[in-house]
């Protein structure tokens, strides 16, 4: 199921780039460039041949882990794009933790005193949540905590000031392995507001779920025989009902992951945190085809990983879930 | 001297609903001896189960609500209880089983997880014990097999799960075993075995059965002593013997009408003409009155109290069977009248 996905993915990101309106070597060389000159630099690269060969070539690059290499900064992309890659990976994973943590408990929270103030007031935030657009919850945070407030830091991943020599380029594992806990302790200060920007909206969607899902469990017959069973409120909630109701959930986690990506290239930009979704936004502007492509390809590739995850979760959550075996 | 295990009392579970107020359960009277049987009968939405979630304490309060009246369980009354109290008392005391062993496990834990937990939640043994205890349990129900603890309920079939929930409801030797249509959902050769087994078990650890059923049948072969419900009321009450052959209240006598008999051929089966009141708006009166057919002026204006009959723990509500006179002179609590 993954390779048709890929190569699927491969075509439309190709595409995509390709009907960009304007043309690189002209934005490259800028608009008093010869005629001339623009020609040969297009020939050079590559950009000269039909688009079919064009694809293939690309293909045959991606296969042999080569992405393409930067038009503008002339390295290859596949050796520029790790950092901003450890960047993006680092905040997604943030925002997914705090938006499965949030939302699972304030779901469970709802369900557990359904009906009642705590129910509604759990789901008044909610709605709100899923209503927020990312950019004006990311300047708002930004306006209060920061420059209002001034408790947390607005921009970057790190204060520069320290001089944090990254190793793995994802900061909290580097401060760790350097024992450095200032830097890590600013990292984590410098990731809370755009985390919390790009988590509300799948943390609200996980609460609804969340809800939802716990209230139809609650009310089955194997919750009140383990209620029979003299079990603690708390292991019936965390342990019998919240496996069951796990399945809804882990699909809208799936779902929302896949737009968490794609509000990561807005939280980047309103942070300016150097992430994929800056180093394609800046590409997109300058036309640099390879590095669009092998960023929007490895976002989506991180989506189809995801979701793998995901599936191979249902599976083990409920046993009646086999794969193969149909 | 046999002692009294649960005595319920006057009890009334009353559900408070956006449409008004449900009577459920209103002052019933039961009680079961230790290593007792008794059947609770009735047509459906009497109140059987809300009586035995009662006891339980597993009717969802709200929009439940205790009106009146107590459940004594070996002299503890339950309704006074915390909820760190109650569990100690479900599953330990008291367990129960359910009308549908389909759904009644939880899908995603094997036999034995689900099994070994009912036993760790009371007595303090280790895992490597307590799974031996559960696969002792479930040879105790006929399953010998020990590959089943590694099972997941989908696995099987509903016959054995009803087994596995009685093995596990009997894992902690609770005093009282509390069965809602245990029998209901399966095939006639299962529902035999199902019997006899809950049987052996009452017989070999003397294990008091409060049986709930809408079926006669069973309870003339489990039951020792009958109380039947109807409208969340209990109308009569009679050890096995005399019910059947000796029917006081105009509903039991009904209900056993409408039994199949094999040697008595009709082409149609009898039915009890009409439908249970509504039970947001119970007749004044006797509750059985718009479907009796010995119906009189008194029905209709004053409720029946639970009329003494002359043999014994013998009890009927209706009008037939005592006189107003008697119920004015009723003894001070009970509602209880001897003629
Ligand atoms: N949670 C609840 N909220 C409101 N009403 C309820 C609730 N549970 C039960 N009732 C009502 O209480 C009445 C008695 O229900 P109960 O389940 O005890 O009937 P039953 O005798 O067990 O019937 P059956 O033979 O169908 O199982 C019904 O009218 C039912 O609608
Ligand atoms: S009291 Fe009257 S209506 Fe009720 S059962 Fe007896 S005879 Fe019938
Ligand atoms: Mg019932």
């Known amino acids: ?326 | 001297m046999t002692k009294t295990l649960l005595e319920i009392k006057e009890f009334k579970m009353h559900f408070h609903t956006d449409k008004g107020v449900v009577k459920a359960v209103d002052g019933i009277d039961l009680s079961v001896n230790e290593g007792e049987v008794v059947g609770l009968v009735g047509e459906s939405g009497c109140g059987k189960s809300v009586t035995s979630l009662s006891v339980m304490g597993l009717v969802p309060t709200p929009p439940g609500k205790v009106e009146a009246g107590s459940i004594q369980l070996a002299g503890r009354d339950l309704t006074r209880l915390k909820r760190r109290e109650w569990r100690q008392v479900r599953g330990n005391e008291v367990a129960m089983i359910f009308q549908e062993p389909m759904t009644s496990l939880n899908p995603v834990f094997t036999v034995g997880s689900q099994m070994i937990e009912a036993i760790r939640q009371h007595r303090q043994v280790g895992k490597k014990e307590a799974r031996h205890r559960a696969g002792e349990a479930l040879r105790e129900v006929g399953i010998s097999r020990d590959s089943i603890l590694d099972e997941y309920p989908h696995q099987l079939s509903g016959g054995m799960r009803q087994r596995v929930m009685i093995a596990m409801a009997m894992v902690c030797e609770p005093k009282l075993l509390i069965a809602d249509e245990p029998t209901t959902a399966l095939d006639v050769t299962i529902q035999a075995q199902i019997l006899d087994l809950m049987r052996r078990l009452n017989q070999e650890k003397g294990t008091a059965i409060l049986m709930i059923t809408h079926d006669l049948g069973v309870v003339a072969e489990m039951c020792s002593r009958v109380v039947v419900m109807y409208a969340g009321q209990v109308v009569e009450e009679a050890d096995v013997n005399t019910l059947f052959s000796n029917p006081k209240h105009p509903y039991t006598a009904g209900l056993l009408r409408s039994i199949p008999q094999l040697d008595k051929r009709s082409d149609r089966l009898y039915s009890i003409p009409g439908n249970v009141p509504n039970p947001r708006q119970m007749p004044t009166g006797c509750r059985f009155a718009p479907r009796c057919e010995h119906v009189q002026s008194i029905c209709l204006d004053r409720e029946p109290p639970l009329f003494h009959i002359t043999t014994g723990d013998h009890t009927s509500r209706c009008w037939l069977h005592g006189t107003e006179k008697e119920d004015v002179d009723r003894d001070s609590s009970r509602d209880v009248v001897r003629s």
């Open chain 1, 1 to 326: 199921m993954l390779i048709p996905v890929l190569i699927g993915m491969s075509i439309i990101t190709f595409s995509i780039v390709h009907a960009i309106p304007g043309d690189p070597a002209k934005a490259i060389l800028g608009e008093k460039a010869t005629p001339e000159a623009v020609a040969q630099l297009k020939e050079s690269m590559g950009l000269g041949k039909p688009l079919f060969i064009q694809y293939v070539d690309y293909v045959k690059g991606i296969l042999s882990g080569d992405l393409g290499t930067s038009f503008i900064t002339k390295t290859s992309v596949a050796e520029e794009i790790g950092p901003y890659l450890a960047a993006t990976m680092e905040l997604s994973f943030a925002a997914m933790v705090i938006a499965v943590f949030f939302g699972m408990n304030l779901g469970i929270l709802a369900a557990w005193r359904h009906n009642t103030g705590v129910d509604y007031t759990a789901m008044v935030i909610a709605i709100i949540g899923v209503s927020v657009p990312v950019f004006w919850l990311g300047l708002m945070e930004q306006w209060v905590f920061a420059q209002d407030l001034s408790w947390l830091p607005s921009n970057g991943r790190i204060d520069a000031r320290m001089g944090f020599e990254p190793i793995t380029n994802f900061y909290f594992i580097d401060a760790l392995i350097q024992g450095d806990f200032v830097a890590f302790g600013d990292a984590f200060r410098h990731i809370i507001l755009p985390a919390v920007a790009l988590g509300t909206i799948p943390m609200a969607y996980i609460a609804r779920m969340t809800r939802s899902s716990m209230l139809e469990v609650m009310r089955s017959d194997y919750i009140r025989t383990v209620r029979a069973k003299g079990v603690s409120e708390f292991l019936i909630i965390y342990k019998h009902t919240l496996r069951n109701a796990f399945i809804p959930i882990l699909t809208v986690f799936g779902l929302q992951m896949g737009l968490l990506l794609g509000g990561a290239i807005l939280t980047e930009t309103i942070f300016s945190w150097p992430g994929i979704g800056r180093y394609v936004y800046e590409a997109i502007n300058n036309r640099d085809y390879p590095v669009i492509q092998s960023g929007i390809l490895i976002i989506a590739f991180i989506f189809v990983m995801i979701n793998l995850i995901v599936d191979l979760l249902y599976a083990w959550i409920d046993p009646r879930i086999q794969y193969g075996k149909e």
